[in-house]
Every structure is written in structure tokens, then in C-alpha cells.
């Protein structure tokens, strides 16, 4: 007779330590309810680990609120829109807090066009869809309501193509408060001033952004138009500047800006000061925003599944004992009331 091998012995003594002992399959016994209960716990636990993998792979984004703590002297100022009035009887101009004022229209992009809405909604509607989104919310975007009428837009499209400029470049300003605006020839400026019935301030902004861009970012004012109700009428959005720093889940960080406005729409009145034209003046808020994203990580999400399908089994089977334990002492006690019954009727007979 063979001796056992050293592993054999080695085996055995470590099978002692089993925490997890196995039950022989003749001493085990399949119920229905057990059955719908692993059924249940497989359907559960299907939905769960779907759920968490959603989780595992979607990367969030954390907002912390700070006081600006970067020195940067200037900003990028990235604009493109198009006003319905003709390109040479337009000024673009840039005024800011240290008193410095930029005549633009020599160094940026116009060009004829014709004017079209596209996809582009009203100011009102771009709010409601930028509050929607978390960043929105964060950075507290805000707007006044206005029913824009659209049958004026029609009738001037309707009469002919009217003539339209659109204006668009990339600029550097200084981060201070200041006033971009788009006014006609003559107005605010000296010199010859253009015949009323050609200025219709009506226009379409298509991006209107301050610094680079990041994921997730958005601009109010994108996809945004407004229609003039009089030729001369002075429309004005009040712009606050948020600085915004975005840190990706490799560390890598992008430095730009976020923004909330405000509208206003005015007939002008040059003789108290009123131009007429578009404009937007934006200022610098104190505080910065950082955004930063977050992805779990791999074992974060092992450890989380493995606790969910454990849980789950665990918890859905101590149930189930339970449960057939009550039944079953039930049982026993309609068993024992039944055959002292029997008992009781035999003896009085």
C-alpha cells in the first residue's frame, strides 16, 4: 500500500482551514421559492453591474470656487456673428477700464453676407438649455425674458435680399471691464452719419466666447439672434466674466472663461447719449471656478461590484431562510394543534 505523497498530506491539512465547506449534492434539496429567488437575485444583480459600469465609465465633473488666483493681464475674446446692415456703414470698436479704445474694424473679419436665422434660437431658450446643464447652474447663467417677434424678420426677408455683414476674428483684450460694440458710421464717433432707414440692428450671434475652449463649455449667447424693432435701437447684453480653470482626469489644465448675461433692447436717442448699434459690456468677476474631472478608478470599481453581488446574494438568501423558517414553524405548529386535536377526541372516547 502506497504511502501518501507530501502534497496529498499537505491537502488534507489545509482543507481543514476551508471556510467555505461544500455540501454533497444528495444532502441538498431544491425548493420553488428558492428558485424564483435566484431568479430574482440574477435579475437584480444583471441591472446592478450594468448600472455601475455606466458609473465606472462615465467621467464626472467636481466644481470648487475660489479667488482668482492667476495673473494674467489679458484674455482672448472669440467672436463671430452677423448683423443685418451692410458691412461699410459699420464700426467695430473696443473700449475698456484703463481708458484704451481699439477700432477693430481694420483688423478683424467682415464680410457680406445674407441674413439667415439657421439654427440659431433666442436668447431666452439658450439660457434654459445652458441652466439645464450642471456648469450652467454652477456659473448662475441668467437672462431676461422676451418674446422676440419674427414676423418683422419675415417681412424684411420677404422684400429682398437685404444686405448683411458678418463680422468674426479672434482678438486679445485686457482682463478688465469693457464695452465691444458694433455701431454705425457716425454715431458716437464723429463724421458722417449713415441714412437711418439703412441700419437694422437685427443679428445672429454664432459664437461668443472669452478664452479656450473645454469640454462641456457653454456660451450662452452660441446659436443665439435678436431682432430689431426699430432702425435705430440700441441693443445691450450685460456680460459677467467668470474665470474658469479645467483640469482633465490626466492632470493637464486649461486656463478660459465662463459667462452669464443679461439683455437689454432700448430705441435710441443720440441727443441723450443713446447710440444706437450693438453692444456688449463685460466685466471680470473676483472668483474663480474649477472644474475638475473625476473618473473611478478600476479597483473602486471591482471592490463596488463584488459588495453589490455579495450584498445582494447574501441578503436575498438570509431572506429567504428566514422566510421558510416561519413557514415551516408555522407548519409545525398547525401539526402539533392538529394531533393534540386527534389526541384530546381519542381520549374522550
Known amino acids: 500500500m502506497m504511502e501518501p505523497s507530501y502534497d496529498d498530506k499537505f491537502s488534507k491539512k489545509l482543507a481543514k482551514f476551508d471556510a467555505f465547506p461544500k455540501v454533497e449534492e444528495g444532502y441538498t434539496k431544491g425548493t420553488e421559492s428558492g428558485g424564483m429567488v435566484t431568479t430574482l437575485v440574477a ?3 444583471t441591472y446592478l453591474f450594468f448600472s455601475e459600469s455606466l458609473h465606472y465609465f462615465r467621467v464626472n465633473q467636481e466644481y470648487e470656487f475660489l479667488v482668482d488666483p492667476t495673473i494674467q493681464r489679458n484674455m482672448l475674446l472669440n467672436f463671430d456673428l452677423t448683423v443685418s446692415t451692410a458691412c461699410n456703414l459699420l464700426n467695430v470698436d473696443i473700449h475698456d477700464a484703463s481708458h484704451n479704445s481699439l477700432h477693430l474694424t481694420d483688423k478683424i473679419k467682415l464680410e457680406p453676407t445674407i441674413f439667415e436665422l439657421k ?8 439660457l ?3 441652466y439645464n446643464n450642471k456648469a450652467g447652474r454652477v456659473v448662475g447663467l441668467a437672462g431676461k425674458k422676451k418674446v422676440v417677434d419674427l414676423n418683422q424678420l419675415k417681412h424684411r426677408k420677404q422684400s429682398g435680399e437685404s444686405p448683411a455683414c458678418r463680422i468674426y476674428g479672434t482678438f486679445e483684450v485686457k482682463k478688465l471691464q469693457g464695452n465691444f460694440h458694433i455701431t454705425p458710421l457716425g454715431h458716437g464717433h464723429g463724421g458722417h452719419h449713415v441714412d437711418h432707414g439703412l441700419m437694422n440692428f437685427t443679428h445672429r450671434i454664432d459664437t461668443l466666447s472669452f478664452g479656450k475652449h473645454f469640454p462641456k463649455l457653454l456660451n450662452p449667447l452660441d446659436n443665439s439672434y435678436s431682432v430689431a424693432k426699430e432702425n ?3 441693443h445691450q447684453y450685460f456680460i459677467s466674466v467668470v474665470p474658469t480653470t479645467y483640469v482633465n482626469r490626466h492632470s493637464q489644465s486649461v486656463n478660459s472663461n465662463q459667462y452669464s448675461v443679461n439683455d437689454f433692447s432700448t430705441e435710441a436717442d443720440p441727443q441723450f447719449g443713446v447710440f444706437p448699434g450693438i453692444f456688449f459690456k463685460y466685466d471680470i468677476e473676483p472668483l474663480m471656478v474649477k472644474i475638475t474631472e473625476k473618473k473611478q478608478s478600476l479597483i473602486t470599481f471591482l471592490v463596488r461590484l463584488c459588495g453589490i453581488i455579495g450584498g445582494i446574494y447574501v441578503s436575498l438568501g438570509l431572506l429567504h431562510r428566514i422566510a421558510l423558517n416561519m413557514v415551516s414553524f408555522s407548519q409545525d405548529k398547525e401539526v402539533k ?4 386535536s386527534v389526541y384530546s377526541n381519542e381520549k374522550r372516547i
Open 119 to 126: 439654427k440659431a434660437k433666442s436668447l431666452e431658450d439658450n
Open 232 to 234: 435705430m435701437e440700441k
Open 128 to 130: 434654459n438649455q445652458a
Open 337 to 340: 394543534r392538529t394531533i393534540s
Open 43 to 45: 435579475l437584480i444583480i
